[in-house]
T-cell receptor
Framework: GENVEQHPSTLSVQEGDSAVIKCTYSDSASNYFPWYKQELGKRPQLIIDIRSNVGEKKDQRIAVTLNKTAKHFSLHITETQPEDSAVYFCAATPSGSARQLTFGSGTQLTVLP | DADVTQTPRNRITKTGKRIMLECSQTKGHDRMYWYRQDPGLGLRLIYYSFDVKDINKGEISDGYSVSRQAQAKFSLSLESAIPNQTALYFC???????????????FGPGTRLTVL
């Protein structure tokens, strides 16, 4: 089955700086890569996703890049703000009808004022 | 607003007790999932169901069972709870056929379960 590794497990940045979280996956058939954000005490929510036919996707201050050859993808947050502090999870899913997600172990991002 | 709800939100129980966690959704989604979240381990899939007659084991199904009573309801049972089942449990739904996001999952608020 799919295995997703996520690094780092914790990340602290100064407000206004950029943050990068990286994930690698094992199943070359995976073709969908979402990122979820979980604020303290809240439920995970999708913030951005990318399909394998796209190399990069941006949505305001967040972007995701995908390198299919190396089987890794990354989340980039620019101009970080205190409200970006949360746990971020990457995930991957293979093609086919059984589209269950395999999640990474999560990154606790802290944006320091 | 259409939502995913879970009951109870918190539960403390003793080793050996049977526990049921319930999930309901008003999103009209066919697919439902149960995950557990442990610090440093992310979200791990316990069971999933793609329709009322479909039940599938996930990564960590041992010690758990599920029931899909209707499209909108998916329950998780711990037949004989043990302390290492102490965790935060999330239900989620998805409906890839209708959303622009390929397989966006919508999570419930979670149930914090403590087994003493």
């Amino acid at each position: 089955g799919e295995n997703v590794e996520q690094h780092p497990s914790t990340l602290s940045v100064q407000e206004g700086d950029s943050a990068v979280i990286k994930c690698t996956y094992s199943d070359s058939a995976s073709n969908y890569f979402p990122w979820y954000k979980q604020e303290l005490g809240k439920r995970p929510q999708l913030i951005i996703d990318i399909r394998s036919n796209v190399g990069e996707k941006k949505d305001q201050r967040i972007a995701v890049t995908l390198n299919k050859t190396a089987k890794h993808f990354s989340l980039h947050i620019t101009e970080t703000q205190p409200e970006d502090s949360a746990v971020y999870f990457c995930a991957a899913t293979p093609s086919g009808s059984a589209r269950q997600l395999t999640f990474g172990s999560g990154t606790q991002l802290t944006v320091l004022p | 607003d259409a939502d995913v709800t879970q009951t109870p939100r918190n539960r403390i129980t003793k080793t050996g007790k049977r526990i049921m966690l319930e999930c309901s959704q008003t999103k009209g989604h066919d697919r439902m999932y149960w995950y557990r979240q442990d610090p440093g381990l992310g979200l791990r899939l316990i069971y999933y169901s793609f329709d009322v007659k479909d039940i599938n084991k996930g990564e960590i199904s041992d010690g758990y069972s599920v029931s899909r009573q209707a499209q909108a309801k998916f329950s998780l049972s711990l037949e004989s709870a043990i302390p290492n089942q102490t965790a935060l449990y999330f239900c989620a739904t998805s409906d890839p056929g209708t959303r622009s996001s390929y397989n966006e999952q919508f999570f419930g608020p979670g149930t914090r379960l403590t087994v003493l």
